[in-house]
């Protein structure tokens, strides 16, 4: 059993499972159920696909990742950003609105599915620590504005496209004189309405006395009310005959089980565009799913979210889906709700099927102005120029890649803006470690403690130079702390040792060996003794298994003070020696 739920966490929770969870998963499911109704609609509109592909992808996705996943609360289905990639990539394969187009998505999603799968059953998780926090977050920032300003068409009721913020705004500046006033009306109500819900409206009924739950539920059920209303309002107006772009008429009933038809070309277009999907959508996911979890002193599995994640991509491409990944608006409201396991996904994907089925012929004379508005006020909580200036302020290197994120994204589109992102921050990190904090220590008078000359008063000894480098020893590396010690030994004239303080080094490779051998060879050649101190256990035993201890010329020693004194004692002795060398000479 312990080997089953290994590989099936939902074993863990469901021994335990009673009336208690039940319930408050069933009421999760409702609050999810009718936010997510209009997301999944409004996120397929962004992906190029038909509104019902949303709800496809809001069912067995939440299945799958219910039986493999391990976070008790994230929700799992489309979001924006994932929307988003998912149509820049398709777009460049079929024109949006055929079935080649509907036909990428699937097994751009099959992909993506397949490769998390294998990087969990892998364990390359790790994989996901390349794309570091103020990239991933630039790239959110940019993929925000990206989005809201893609959906300003549908608010203005004209044509227009682009994949980038120049092509948005040249399409947008060209149409301007064919506003349907209309559609802008609506757009700008809907508008209205969700912000005045998101901001104003728990507090305001809360001030009247509703009960907190009551008021939270009513406040993230406004795009419901969006919905009905603005239906009625094209219903009952034939808004449609004015020139206000509806949705259309909506397939009823369940998404088609199977595979669809494959070609090589197809698949070998998708690789790159599913690999950073998965790896996005995944970075995305187990940050929700590890801050929730936290907060109930819980743990996911970041290698069993990768197959879970998995499982549920494969689920959508095989039900008429597309690529999808754990949301964080909905893992929150989730989470918030109550929900006690992943069955609260299995209840709403019950809502979202049953909505499939019943609910989408109400559904045609939906206003595409409206998805609009919710996708704009969806994704402007992704927008978060306040970690722009924090990076800037507190590391430039930093703040480099992640402007160039927004930068790449906004200008050339979210593919290239997350390859620049992830190139520019190893680029930045390789730069960073190839010239590392290199210390000249001493010691802290009255202490067994040794610190930086530059920033502490400390006692040094001219025949000794104790040396700390704050970086592992690698290929990009080695030479610069070659270059360090050779300055330092020829500015010292009455130097007899070099002691490399390794308290900081955590690995050497082959060429940082190479260094080490290069400096030991020079230093021997120039009579000073080259010594290692507090060097940690795995670096010891690679060391030992090489020739390089052999040839040391000094010893490695366990404390830097070991070091210095042992050194110092070596120094007096000789000191001594060549005094009574100097007196015997005097006497003959």
């Given at each position: 059993?312990?080997?089953?739920?290994?590989?099936?966490?939902?074993?863990?929770?469901?021994?335990?499972?009673d009336?208690?969870m039940?319930?408050?998963?069933?009421?999760?499911?409702?609050?999810?159920?009718?936010?997510?109704?209009p997301?999944?609609?409004?996120?397929?509109?962004?992906a190029?696909?038909?509104?019902?592909?949303?709800?496809?992808?809001?069912?067995?996705?939440?299945?799958?990742?219910?039986?493999f996943?391990?976070?008790?609360t994230?929700?799992?289905?489309?979001?924006?950003?994932?929307?988003?990639?998912?149509?820049?990539a398709?777009?460049?394969?079929a024109?949006e609105?055929?079935?080649?187009?509907?036909?990428?998505?699937?097994?751009?999603?099959?992909?993506?599915?397949?490769?998390?799968?294998?990087?969990?059953?892998?364990?390359?998780?790790?994989?996901?620590?390349?794309?570091?926090?103020p990239?991933?977050?630039?790239?959110?920032?940019?993929?925000?504005?990206?989005?809201?300003?893609?959906?300003?068409?549908?608010?203005?009721?004209?044509?227009?496209?682009?994949?980038?913020?120049?092509?948005?705004?040249?399409?947008?500046?060209?149409h301007?004189?064919?506003?349907?006033?209309?559609?802008?009306?609506?757009g700008?109500?809907?508008?209205?309405l969700?912000f005045?819900a998101?901001k104003?409206?728990?507090?305001?009924?809360?001030?009247?006395?509703?009960p907190?739950?009551?008021?939270?539920?009513?406040?993230?059920?406004?795009p419901?009310?969006?919905?009905?209303?603005?239906?009625?309002?094209?219903?009952?107006?034939?808004?449609?005959?004015?020139g206000?772009?509806?949705?259309?008429?909506?397939?009823?009933?369940?998404?088609?089980?199977?595979?669809?038809?494959l070609?090589?070309?197809?698949?070998?277009?998708?690789?790159?565009p599913?690999?950073l999907i998965?790896?996005?959508?995944?970075?995305?996911?187990?940050?929700?799913?590890?801050?929730?979890?936290?907060?109930?002193?819980?743990?996911?599995?970041?290698?069993?979210?990768?197959?879970?994640?998995?499982?549920?991509?494969?689920?959508?491409?095989?039900?008429?889906?597309?690529?999808?990944t754990?949301?964080?608006?909905?893992?929150?409201?989730?989470?918030?709700?109550?929900?006690?396991?992943p069955?609260?996904?299995?209840?709403?994907?019950i809502g979202?099927?049953?909505?499939?089925?019943?609910l989408?012929?109400?559904l045609?004379?939906?206003?595409?102005?409206?998805?609009a508005?919710?996708?704009?006020?969806?994704?402007l909580?992704?927008v978060?120029l306040?970690?722009?200036?924090?990076?800037?302020?507190?590391?430039?290197?930093?703040?480099?890649?992640?402007?160039?994120t927004?930068?790449?994204?906004?200008?050339?589109?979210?593919?290239?803006?997350?390859?620049a992102?992830?190139?520019?921050?190893?680029l930045?990190?390789?730069y960073r470690?190839?010239?590392?904090?290199?210390?000249i220590?001493?010691?802290v008078?009255?202490?067994?403690?040794?610190?930086?000359?530059?920033?502490?008063?400390?006692?040094?000894?001219?025949?000794?130079?104790?040396?700390?480098v704050?970086?592992?020893?690698?290929?990009?590396?080695?030479?610069?702390?070659?270059?360090?010690?050779?300055?330092?030994?020829?500015?010292?004239?009455?130097?007899k040792?070099?002691?490399l303080?390794?308290?900081?080094?955590?690995?050497?490779?082959?060429?940082?060996?190479e260094s080490?051998?290069?400096?030991?060879?020079r230093?021997?050649?120039?009579g000073?003794?080259?010594?290692?101190?507090?060097?940690?256990?795995?670096?010891?035993?690679?060391?030992?298994?090489t020739?390089?201890?052999e040839?040391l010329?000094?010893?490695?020693?366990?404390?830097q003070?070991?070091?210095?004194?042992?050194?110092?004692s070596q120094?007096?002795a000789?000191?001594?020696?060549?005094?009574?060398?100097?007196?015997?000479?005097?006497?003959r």
């Amino acid at each position: 059993m312990p080997e089953a739920s290994r590989f099936f966490p939902f074993l863990h929770w469901a021994r335990t499972y009673d009336g208690a969870m039940l319930s408050s998963d069933l009421l999760a499911a409702v609050i999810v159920t009718i936010m997510l109704i209009p997301q999944s609609l409004a996120y397929a509109m962004l992906a190029g696909l038909p509104a019902e592909v949303g709800l496809y992808a809001s069912i067995l996705p939440l299945v799958a990742y219910a039986i493999f996943g391990t976070s008790r609360t994230l929700a799992v289905g489309p979001v924006a950003v994932v929307s988003l990639m998912t149509a820049s990539a398709v777009g460049q394969i079929a024109a949006e609105g055929t079935l080649d187009y509907l036909t990428a998505a699937i097994v751009l999603a099959l992909l993506s599915g397949g490769m998390l799968v294998a990087m969990g059953i892998f364990r390359l998780g790790f994989l996901a620590n390349f794309l570091s926090h103020p990239v991933i977050s630039g790239f959110i920032t940019a993929s925000g504005l990206l989005i809201a300003a893609g959906q300003l068409r549908h608010i203005l009721g004209v044509p227009g496209g682009g994949n980038t913020l120049p092509e948005i705004a040249m399409s947008l500046s060209g149409h301007l004189t064919a506003i349907n006033p209309a559609t802008l009306a609506i757009g700008i109500g809907v508008l209205a309405l969700l912000f005045f819900a998101r901001k104003y409206l728990k507090p305001l009924l809360v001030a009247i006395r509703v009960p907190a739950c009551l008021a939270d539920m009513m406040a993230k059920a406004a795009p419901i009310l969006a919905v009905a209303a603005t239906v009625a309002l094209a219903t009952g107006l034939d808004l449609g005959a004015g020139g206000v772009a509806l949705v259309g008429e909506i397939p009823q009933g369940l998404p088609a089980f199977g595979v669809p038809a494959l070609s090589l070309d197809l698949v070998s277009a998708l690789l790159a565009p599913a690999f950073l999907i998965s790896v996005v959508g995944f970075v995305e996911s187990v940050s929700v799913g590890q801050t929730l979890a936290a907060k109930r002193r819980q743990r996911i599995d970041p290698d069993q979210e990768l197959i879970g994640l998995g499982a549920a991509n494969i689920a959508a491409g095989l039900s008429s889906g597309y690529p999808v990944t754990g949301g964080f608006a909905r893992s929150v409201v989730n989470f918030d709700a109550g929900a006690q396991t992943p069955a609260a996904g299995v209840f709403t994907a019950i809502g979202i099927a049953l909505a499939a089925m019943f609910l989408t012929p109400l559904l045609a004379n939906l206003p595409q102005a409206t998805l609009a508005a919710t996708i704009i006020v969806a994704v402007l909580t992704l927008v978060d120029l306040g970690a722009v200036r924090r990076v800037f302020a507190y590391s430039k290197s930093d703040f480099a890649a992640m402007a160039a994120t927004i930068a790449v994204t906004l200008g050339w589109g979210v593919e290239l803006g997350i390859v620049a992102g992830v190139l520019l921050s190893l680029l930045l990190h390789l730069y960073r470690t190839s010239k590392p904090h290199v210390a000249i220590v001493g010691q802290v008078p009255g202490t067994e403690h040794y610190r930086n000359v530059e920033r502490h008063s400390v006692l040094t000894n001219p025949e000794i130079l104790s040396i700390r480098v704050d970086e592992s020893l690698y290929f990009a590396n080695s030479r610069f702390l070659e270059d360090t010690i050779a300055a330092q030994v020829a500015d010292r004239p009455e130097l007899k040792h070099v002691i490399l303080m390794c308290s900081a080094v955590n690995a050497i490779d082959a060429s940082a060996l190479e260094s080490l051998e290069e400096i030991n060879r020079r230093l021997a050649d120039a009579g000073i003794g080259f010594h290692l101190s507090e060097v940690k256990g795995p670096v010891m035993d690679r060391l030992k298994g090489t020739e390089f201890l052999e040839h040391l010329n000094g010893e490695v020693h366990l404390s830097q003070h070991g070091a210095v004194s042992e050194v110092r004692s070596q120094c007096q002795a000789r000191g001594r020696s060549t005094m009574d060398a100097a007196s015997g000479a005097q006497a003959r």
